[in-house]
């Protein structure tokens, strides 16, 4: 039996802000309405409460399956009102199975993009009205309006219609990917643990900094709002050369030839724009009532699937770091509530507690376009544990060093220049970048070729490395080593300065793709799917896994052999070399 179901709650708390899991734990938390249909019979929609929790507990007794559109937050709904966990291996989440076929994410969009019965257009007004507490306190209730109650009650039925036509459409889930879906909410449910007092006078610290800055700023501009983007640019305008904007890499640029006031008020703009004590306000957000942050991880996040970031963001943590001060720099913050904006910064990792394993690949992405491309010096580099960075600095030859040779692997891997040397920490002027450029492309040809062998299939179809690419109609479909199928959907072919291009319509509006960005796709793609059997199968020796990055993973407790675990090559990556290292450590570091 297949029971197709969604929910609609209010609570007092912000749900974008707190996410599923201390949303549910709000006080005033309740369900507002359960709408069901059971395998093709017709939708139930349950506004009595007394009927919605004996419904809740007879679905989730009687269900094989249970489907929704981001399942998890039903599931967590559900198991509230029954007060007991349930296991996500019940549920199946058409956003999950849609992000790993290509399509949107948004049940609106799905079902346009597949062509369904349309989501109805009224329910964010409806969920503003009845779901969230009005400005003076309180909810609206369907007493106050009926009329709008009916809208409600219409729309929370035609969305279980919208869910169960995708649900049909939708092609189905592979077996690894339900195995993944199911340990990253696992993962998400089990949570990491915040050491809530740092965090609350990391919070403190943060707000008297922040406040400190624009006192002083509004002292020598003499500007009302010192946040004002627009206010601070007439000043810098009435007092010299103007501000074009106020973005960090321009404030960064300008602090090295401004003096006096106005490189003060630059320095004072960007330890407000710093503000690393919002990273410890989003921990605290979604801390639950035992101390633990949960559902920190967004499945399919990017088209590559990819984890996203939620709340903390992982993915997106300061890498500053206090060393051997860090201890110090704690104590005295606990006790006298004082630290800098740096300090505060270096402290968000440490805001995480353990004991941890953590283990990160080396060199991930490296060693995988080397295997997709077959650059086979580099792989046997890899395999014999040799230092690439010392190899590519040697085969590009002329007295490279390390340095260079580390620059040029981590910028160049997917068509970029000079920027993308820069980006990475690339030292010397254009002249010696744009050698760096021209040495490691000599080096590193089998990569070059696959840039544009992707190119050439992208656009009509065929093989580059071990990427397989099937070109129909509007689409492109890539075949990654894993057996993972990476769909581009709403590709246009145009006329281009170079020749034919492809524009494909991505979530943020047309994208060109051309062989060094999908070189990135693929590489990035396949580096997740390492990942995601890490984490299966880490998970199936017993760890908790409580966070992970795009090259790490981080274990709850001691964990001897998680580098080990995570370095098991998969029948798909014969030929594959890959290495991790791993710490044990109190604290989150990187």
């Not at 004996?54 to 559109?69: F, M, Y």
């Not at 353990?354 to 060693?367: C, K, L, N, Q, W």
């Not at 070189?519 to 990035?524: K, P």
């Not at 090559?569 to 594959?576: F, R, S």
Request: glycine residues 8%.
């Amino acid at each position: 039996m297949i029971t197709f179901l969604d929910t609609e709650t209010r609570a007092s708390l912000d749900l974008k802000k707190v996410g599923a899991h201390r949303y549910v734990q709000c006080p005033d938390f309740r369900v507002l309405m359960l709408q069901y249909a059971i395998d093709d019979g017709p939708v139930h929609v349950l506004t009595d409460p007394d009927e919605i929790l004996h419904a809740s507990d007879v679905l989730v007794a009687s269900s094989d399956q249970i489907v929704a559109h981001n399942a998890a937050f039903d599931r967590l709904v559900l198991g509230t009102l029954l007060e007991r966990d349930l296991a996500p291996e019940q549920w199946r989440d058409t956003r999950v199975i849609a992000a790993e076929h290509g399509y949107p994410g948004k049940l609106e969009d799905l079902a346009l993009a597949l062509g369904v019965t349309p989501k109805d257009t009224a329910g964010t007004r409806l969920i503003n009205l009845f779901s969230k507490p009005k400005r003076g306190g309180g909810f609206n209730s369907p007493e106050d309006r009926p009329a709008d109650w009916q809208q409600f009650v219409d729309y929370g039925k035609n969305d279980v219609v919208t869910l169960r036509e995708v649900f049909y459409k939708l092609p189905e889930q592979s077996e690894h990917e339900r195995l993944v879906e199911i340990v990253d909410q696992r993962i998400n449910d089990r949570g990491i643990r915040i050491d809530i007092p740092l965090a609350e006078a990391a919070v403190a610290a943060g707000r008297s900094l922040e406040r400190r800055a624009k006192e002083e700023i509004t002292r020598i501009t003499g500007v009302e709002n010192p946040g004002s983007v627009q206010q601070l640019r007439a000043w810098f305008a009435e007092t010299g050369e103007p501000m074009e904007d106020l973005t960090a890499a321009r404030v960064r640029d300008r602090l090295e030839t401004e003096t006096g006031d106005r490189k003060r008020v630059l320095e004072l703009r960007q330890q407000i724009s710093l503000a690393s004590h919002k990273k410890f306000v989003a921990a605290l957000d979604r801390t639950c009532a035992d101390g633990r942050a949960r559902g920190s991880f967004f499945y399919g996040g990017a088209h590559t699937l990819r984890w996203a970031g939620r709340g903390i963001q992982l993915q997106n943590l300061p890498r500053a770091s206090l060393g051997d001060r860090e201890d110090e720099v704690i104590e005295r913050l606990l006790s006298t509530g004082e630290a800098d904006s740096e300090e505060l910064k270096a402290l968000v990792r440490a805001m995480l507690l353990g004991p941890f394993t953590v283990a990160d690949y080396s060199a991930i992405e490296a060693r995988v376009i080397a295997w997709l491309a077959g650059e086979e010096w580099a792989m046997q580099a890899f395999r014999d544990g040799r230092d690439i960075y010392v190899e590519t600095a040697n085969r590009m030859g002329d007295n490279m060093t390390r340095h260079d040779g580390k620059t040029a692997t981590l910028g160049l891997g997917y068509g970029g220049g000079i920027q993308a040397l820069k980006n990475v920490g690339a030292d010397g002027d254009d002249e010696h970048l744009q050698s760096l450029v021209v040495k490691w492309r000599q080096a590193n040809q089998r990569i070059v070729k696959f840039w544009d062998d992707l190119n050439k299939a992208y656009l009509y179809g065929g093989k580059a490395g071990r990427i397989e690419i099937k070109a129909v109609g509007h689409n492109r479909f890539l075949t990654l080593p894993s057996g993972r199928v990476m769909s581009y959907r709403g590709v246009k072919l145009v006329r281009g300065k170079y020749g034919l291009e492809a524009l494909w319509d991505s979530n943020r509006g047309p994208k060109k793709m051309w062989g060094g960005l999908i070189a990135e796709n693929v590489t990035q793609a396949t580096a997740r799917d390492l990942l995601a059997a890490a984490l299966v199968r880490i998970d199936a020796a017993g760890y908790k896994v409580v966070g992970h990055v795009h090259d790490e993973i981080i274990v709850e407790g001691e964990c001897e052999e998680l580098s080990d675990l995570m370095c098991v090559v998969p029948e798909w990556g014969e030929g594959l070399a890959l290495a991790a290292e791993q710490e044990f450590i109190e604290r989150y570091r990187k």
